[in-house]
């Protein structure tokens, strides 16, 4: 059982385009992250949101927390090839003293053409 | 500053074999977490250590899967009698002590088991 589930699952949309991910969950999450994963390589953080109702921005891309702490959005303005990748959600339920474990999600594999 | 190292990069090991994953966490980093992602499936996480202690194996199959993290050296996962399913890329991810909500967990590349 998936404890995140993100959708689309597979996106291919042309450069210039808005998209955006989801990443539901009917649990409570402390913390949500946000990853890109390049073929071959390890996840890269991109942004971490811990309040509900929380957006931030990093460039032409908007994070977003549900106020409720069990869902996020990614919207991606204007795509470029360059943004084409693995994203990743992945949530942490109990944050104790330390970070803890990570609960991923499938991950929505975007492709921007040309 | 170098950034988590995983090695090797690529390991093939016949049905039976042992194979031993390595991982050095980034300078400054006590905390080591692994994680499993098999084809179209997203990372599973598998077992969190510090320094000589596991925090949490929850992630880790009962058997043939075993993992430390020496006071020197780096953190090895130890999986014994593979078996074809345990083919999978293999990421390590390490942090620092501290439990802000800034902190956050710096994978590495990945070894990516094959097992023949």
């Known amino acids: 059982t998936q404890l995140l589930e993100q959708s689309p699952q597979f996106l291919s949309i042309q450069e210039g385009e808005n998209l955006t991910v989801y990443c539901n969950s009917s649990?409570?999450?402390?913390?949500l992250q946000w990853y890109r994963q390049e073929p071959g390589e390890g996840p890269v953080l991109l942004v971490t949101?811990?309040?509900?109702?929380e957006v931030k921005k990093l460039k032409r891309l908007t994070f977003q927390f549900g106020d409720a702490r069990k869902d996020s959005s990614l919207h991606i303005t204007a795509a470029q090839p360059g943004d084409t990748g693995l994203y990743l959600c992945a949530g942490e339920t109990d944050r104790g003293s330390t970070l803890g474990r990570l609960y991923f999600g499938r991950g929505t594999q975007l492709t921007v053409w040309p | 500053n170098a950034g988590v190292m995983q090695n090797p990069r690529h390991l093939v090991r016949r049905r039976g074999q042992e194979a031993r994953l390595r991982c050095s966490p980034m300078?400054?980093?006590?905390?080591v977490y692994w994680y499993r992602q098999l084809p179209e499936e997203g990372l599973k996480f598998m077992v969190y250590l510090q320094k000589e202690n596991i925090i949490d194996e929850s992630g880790m199959p009962k058997e043939r899967f075993s993992a430390e993290f020496p006071k020197e050296g780096p953190s090895i996962l130890r999986i014994q009698q593979v078996v074809r399913g345990d083919s999978a890329a293999y990421f390590c991810?390490?942090?620092?002590?501290?439990?802000?909500?800034?902190?956050?967990?710096?994978f590495g590349q990945g070894t990516r088991l094959t097992v023949v």
């Open positions: 300078k400054g980093h006590s905390h």
């Open positions: 991810a390490s942090s620092p002590q501290g439990g802000s909500y800034d902190t956050e967990a710096f």
């Open positions: 949101v811990v309040t509900g109702g």
């Open positions: 649990s409570v999450f402390s913390s």
